[in-house]
């Protein structure tokens, strides 16, 4: 299972690093997960090169199309 609804769920967790892919793509930490009761999971990212922040849908993270997972 890549992502569970339990606390931050197994698949993202504070810590983890994405690669975001596109024509300006760079390397993104999971700062935070946010759960709330009337909207699917969020998570909020640090770009780690420039310190800029954006917040996504978990669901958006982990589509392979979007991000990719780094080690570290």
Request: without cysteine; glycine residues 12%; hydrophobic residues 35%.
């Amino acid at each position: 299972m890549l992502f569970s609804r339990g606390k931050a769920g197994p698949g993202i967790a504070p810590g983890d690093v994405f690669h975001k892919l596109g024509t300006y793509g760079s390397d993104w930490t999971v700062e935070r997960i946010f759960d709330y009761a009337d909207i699917p999971r969020h998570v909020r990212l640090i770009d780690r090169g420039s310190g800029r922040t954006m917040t996504v849908a978990a669901d958006t993270l982990l589509d392979p199309d979007s991000f990719v997972r780094r080690n570290g």
